[in-house]
Each structure stands twice: as C-alpha cells, then as structure tokens.
C-alpha cells in the first residue's frame, strides 16, 4: 500500500490549494478515504472524507463549505480543494485509508502518506 500526496505549498490567507494523494497497492475503489492535518505541536486533526464510491463526503466544521473532497476511482486518485486558507490552517496534510469510518465522517486509518506542508502566510 501506497499514499503519496502532492500538492502542497506556501499560499497567502483567503489563497487556495489543490492537493492530491495518489494511491497505489489496494483496490483504492473499496476503501473510504481521508484527509487527515498535523499542525506543529498539535495532534492530528480529522479533516475531511469520502465514501467508496465519493456520493458520501464529510468535514469538520472548521472547513466546512472551503474545503472539497473528491476522488478519481478511475485514477486512484483522492483530492482537496482548500479555498479561503487561514494561517491557523498551516499543517502537515495527510491522506489515509479508512480502517473504519464512524457517523460523521470521523474514523480509524490503517495505512498514512507521508503528508505534504501547507504554510499559510502573509
């Protein structure tokens, strides 16, 4: 199993950003997907996620209706468009594949990519 993001860069507040996770080594079709963030000196922070076959998509309140998740089965390709970025929002992001996935989008993972930075400044 293979989760390796892109997409990650330095943007200024209110900016935006596309990250991708490209999966590789497991039937990506079969497994609900994550975004999961670190930010220095915190815990990892749920983001957002995505059911099997992407009609089901959840966030945390904190991003909901900027941020958008979606997935390419065809591609195996899971995606999150980041829109009106603020600082607080700088973090490490990672893709997960979801062990299990609880009411609210919320869950365990089993397998983690190796994340990509996202700096929001000025």
């Known amino acids: 199993v293979q989760l390796v993001e892109s997409g990650g860069g330095m943007v200024q507040p209110g900016g935006s950003l596309r990250l991708s996770c490209a999966a590789s080594g497991f039937t990506f079709s079969s497994y609900d997907m994550s975004w999961v963030r670190q930010a220095p000196g915190k815990g990892p922070e749920w983001v957002s996620a995505?059911?099997?076959?992407?009609?089901?998509?959840y966030y945390a309140a904190s991003v909901k209706v900027r941020f958008t998740i979606s997935r390419d089965n065809a591609k195996n390709t899971l995606y999150l468009q980041m829109n009106s970025l603020k600082p607080e929002e700088t973090a490490l992001y990672y893709c997960a594949r979801n062990l299990i996935m609880r009411v609210g989008g919320e869950g365990e993972y089993d397998y983690w990519g190796q994340g990509t930075q996202v700096t929001v400044s000025s």
């Open positions: 995505i059911s099997t076959g992407g009609g089901s998509t």
